[in-house]
């Protein structure tokens, strides 16, 4: 069974930094396509940051040029560094693995950007 765990939310100022952490218990995690998505209070859960087996990234606008995404296949883990904090960036943070059609969730990590 695939399980996805997350770690590293927090309590941070605006402008303030966090990594979260994903790690995943998967036989072939290389393999998979791995995300972050968040959720707002009231809001649907929308994509902040992807990256497939072979490297490449993809942003949401809202986030380009202060996440970053990386993933370690040595570790099964996935990354997200996060700069220069908004109060808006609010969320729940859920990790994201995808293999063929199938999708599995993490249960998520909240982040709070406040003064």
């Known amino acids: 069974q695939v399980q996805l765990v997350e770690s590293g939310g927090g309590l941070v100022q605006p402008g303030g930094s966090l990594r979260l952490s994903c790690a995943v218990s998967a036989g072939s995690f290389s393999r998979y396509t791995m995300g972050w998505y968040r959720q707002a209070p009231g809001k649907q859960r929308d994509l902040v940051a992807t990256?497939?087996?072979?490297?490449?990234?993809n942003y949401a606008d809202s986030v380009k040029g202060r996440f970053t995404i990386s993933r370690d296949n040595a570790k099964n883990s996935m990354y997200l560094q996060m700069n220069s904090l908004k109060p808006e960036d609010t969320a729940v943070y859920y990790c994201?693995?995808?293999?063929?059609?199938?999708?599995?969730w993490g249960k998520g990590t909240l982040v709070t950007v406040s003064l």
């Open positions: 990256i497939t087996s072979g490297g490449s990234t």
């Open positions: 994201n693995g995808r293999l063929g059609w199938v999708d599995y």
